[in-house]
């Protein structure tokens, strides 16, 4: 029978290899290989902030790699459920939404929306009789063309 103590150190023993394995480290003895795996953990966390101070730059500063606005346009039986959502408050995009559905001639039959830290619009949207068709695509591409115009005014004032 094999002691306690032996599957103990056996099982250290396994635990460190697979320590070794996961920081990439070329250590032979046990505390090398927990020196190597402490250098990998703290390499690790320099990463992590780095990534969140990049992720906190491009918010801040409209960076292209920040995170874009959302929008969704789905087709109803008499209109269109028209959705954005922003992680970043946007003055004056509700407006310069609301034009451009009404040049599409599109009748706004219901709002929901946030401003404050966060811009979330969700929108009814029925089309008038007289109107031509429309599809979801259209709307979709008014309302992005209506948020870059939006974008390129805010980058001149």
Same mark, same amino acid.
């Given at each position: 029978?094999?002691? #306690?103590?032996s599957? #103990?150190?056996?099982?250290?023993?396994?635990?460190?290899?697979l320590?070794?394995?996961i920081?990439?480290s @070329?250590?032979?003895?046990?505390?090398?290989?927990?020196?190597d795996?402490?250098?990998?953990? =703290?390499?690790?966390? *320099?990463?992590? *902030?780095?990534?969140? =101070?990049?992720?906190?730059?491009?918010?801040?500063?409209?960076?292209p790699?920040a995170?874009?606005? %959302?929008v969704?346009?789905?087709? /109803?039986?008499k209109?269109f459920?028209?959705?954005? /959502?922003?992680?970043?408050?946007?003055?004056?995009?509700?407006?310069?939404i609301?034009?451009a559905? *009404?040049?599409?001639?599109?009748?706004?039959?219901e709002?929901?929306?946030?401003c404050?830290?966060?811009?979330?619009? @969700?929108?009814?949207?029925? *089309?008038?009789?007289e %109107?031509?068709?429309?599809?979801? =695509?259209?709307?979709e =591409?008014?309302?992005?063309?209506?948020?870059?115009?939006?974008?390129?005014?805010?980058?001149r004032d």
């Amino acid at each position: 029978m094999v002691s #306690r103590e032996s599957k #103990r150190t056996t099982a250290l023993h396994e635990k460190l290899q697979l320590l070794r394995s996961i920081t990439n480290s @070329q250590a032979l003895n046990n505390a090398s290989i927990i020196v190597d795996a402490s250098n990998y953990i =703290q390499e690790l966390k *320099e990463k992590v *902030e780095r990534v969140n =101070q990049d992720i906190a730059a491009a918010q801040t500063s409209g960076h292209p790699n920040a995170k874009p606005m %959302q929008v969704t346009v789905d087709a /109803l039986e008499k209109g269109f459920l028209i959705g954005v /959502l922003s992680d970043r408050s946007c003055p004056g995009l509700l407006v310069s939404i609301l034009e451009a559905l *009404e040049e599409l001639g599109l009748n706004v039959l219901e709002a929901r929306v946030s401003c404050t830290d966060t811009f979330r619009l @969700q929108a009814v949207g029925g *089309e008038n009789e007289e %109107q031509e068709s429309l599809d979801a =695509q259209m709307v979709e =591409q008014a309302v992005l063309q209506a948020i870059k115009n939006w974008s390129e005014s805010k980058k001149r004032d």
